[in-house]
Structures are given as structure tokens and as C-alpha cells.
């Protein structure tokens, strides 16, 4: 019986080990045990969410898999671990692409998360001088 | 040359068809051929959404497809098409249901909708007395 349990638990970390990379998801426990995560992510052409018609829009989930139509669902959820939600702390922590270099001209990209992460209400918001400037943030979150 | 190109692309496309749904992504169609539509929909309890706390949160994205981890994706986006995003419009087109009778106790349950429907932001807040009368709408919007 201790053998089997010990074949069982073996065979089940095998397993974690096996799939965790295949589907990118954090594995996470039962639901109920950890507080819900799901956002919004907008992106817009102006200089304020209030003004911009978002032209992309995907829904971003962490828990208790990384998914939703973000198309780096993964990482965007690493990121966001990394920062413990705080948006703001995204360029400290993360850095910014040392080989893009953007000009300064001012063709204004504004992006939003709106939603929850950890059971805590979320609503950011932040405008780039032009899309180059967006791009050059070390960060998959804002790449969709 | 062209048949090393010709090979590569077909290689890439059968790693998209392989990958994609590993990966748990839903693949969009090109850009720019509708308009986005993503949702954050929460429920708390409380008076407000400004001082609950979310105990639930899930994604809804209705195109191209109906997705999210809202457990009903497909007949919350029903509703949502029916009423054309307008939330205040959904009890007078959907209806409640007559089958349910609810006592007057104030525990209230607070909803929201969060993102964007269609290329519109929407940010919507519903309070409801109790989570019975919450219940009694005829719709899966809120059945999370």
C-alpha cells in the first residue's frame, strides 16, 4: 500500500512536470482556496481611455490556469505575479528593452486592466508618447 | 528555394493548428474585422462595488466566439445580443422568472460589467436586496 501511494505520488508530479510547460498554466489549487483573478485589457489610439475607442480588447485569467484571449496569457500572468498586481511597479521591476529606441513623436497609445486580481478591484490606466514606447516596456502584458 | 519556403510554411501553419489549443488560446480572426468585445463581470456582497469585496470574478468574451470563464459563456452572450450590451434594458427584454418567490431580507449582492462590448466601454453596476431576487432574473448574465 506505501508503495503504491508513493508510485501514485511519483506518477503525479511526473504529470505536473509533463504538462505544466505543455499548457502554460499555473497549476493552482482547487477553486474556492484562492481569491479570483479575471481582467480586462484595452488598448486605444488618444490620450485618455475616456476619449480612445479601445481597438483591441482580451480578457486575461491566472487563476487556476493562465488563460483568456490575451496571446501571452502565460507570461502576462507571470508578470503580474512578479508585481504582485501592482501595475505601477511593472517597469522596476520588469526594466524596459534596452535595444528599442523610439522617437518622440507623439502619436499617444493608451492602455487599461480593468477587473480583479487576488479578490482586489483593479483599474489602470496608462498612456505611451506613441505605440514604440508601449513596445519597448521589457513586458508581454501590454503585447496584444 | 521556393519549395524551402513553400515547406517552412507549412510547418508553421501545422504548428499553429497543433499549438493553439495546447496553449488554451483562442485564436481571433484578423484584427479589425469586428469590433472587440471583453467582460469582467464580478458579484460581491455588499451595498456598492466600491466597498464589497469581489467573492466571484469571470471573463466573457462573446466574438468570434463564445468563451471566458463564466460558466454559461454561450447564453450570457445570447443575452448580451439580445439587449445589444444595454444592461438596463435586460430585465424588460428577458424577463424574470415566475417561478421564484423571494422574502424582502436586505443581504444585498452587488454585480458589475466591466470592458467592452462591441468596441464600447461599459462599466455597469446592479444591486440587488438579496441573492434570491438576483436569482429571479430570467437571465445566465449574472449566474456565476
Given at each position: 500500500?506505501?508503495?503504491?501511494?508513493?508510485?501514485a505520488?511519483?506518477?503525479?508530479?511526473?504529470?505536473?512536470?509533463?504538462?505544466?510547460?505543455?499548457t502554460?498554466?499555473?497549476?493552482?489549487?482547487p477553486?474556492?482556496?484562492?481569491?479570483?483573478s479575471?481582467l480586462?485589457?484595452?488598448v486605444?489610439?488618444?490620450?485618455?481611455?475616456?476619449?480612445?475607442?479601445p481597438?483591441?480588447?482580451?480578457?486575461?485569467?491566472?487563476?487556476?490556469?493562465?488563460?483568456g484571449?490575451?496571446?501571452?496569457?502565460?507570461?502576462?500572468?507571470?508578470?503580474?505575479?512578479?508585481?504582485?498586481?501592482?501595475?505601477?511597479?511593472?517597469?522596476?521591476?520588469?526594466?524596459?528593452r534596452?535595444?528599442?529606441?523610439?522617437?518622440?513623436?507623439?502619436d499617444?497609445?493608451?492602455?487599461?486592466?480593468?477587473?480583479?486580481?487576488?479578490?482586489?478591484?483593479?483599474?489602470?490606466?496608462?498612456?505611451?508618447?506613441?505605440?514604440?514606447?508601449?513596445?519597448?516596456?521589457?513586458?508581454?502584458?501590454?503585447?496584444?
Open positions: 500500500m506505501r508503495n503504491t501511494a508513493r508510485r505520488a511519483t506518477l503525479a508530479l511526473m504529470a505536473t512536470a509533463v504538462c505544466g510547460p505543455l502554460g498554466t499555473a497549476h493552482a489549487a477553486s474556492g482556496l484562492y481569491a479570483p479575471a480586462v485589457l484595452t486605444g489610439h488618444g490620450d485618455s481611455a475616456a476619449t480612445a475607442t481597438a483591441r480588447a482580451v480578457t486575461l485569467t491566472c487563476a487556476p490556469t493562465s488563460s484571449t490575451h496571446p501571452a496569457a502565460a507570461s502576462a500572468c507571470a508578470e503580474l505575479r512578479a508585481v504582485d498586481g501592482d501595475l505601477d511597479a511593472l517597469e522596476s521591476v520588469l526594466g524596459s534596452g535595444d528599442v529606441l523610439c522617437t518622440k513623436e507623439y499617444p497609445v493608451v492602455v487599461t486592466v480593468d477587473g480583479v486580481w487576488r479578490g482586489q478591484r483593479v483599474s489602470y490606466e496608462r498612456t505611451f508618447a506613441n505605440e514604440c514606447v508601449k513596445g519597448s516596456l521589457g513586458s508581454s502584458l501590454f503585447t496584444f
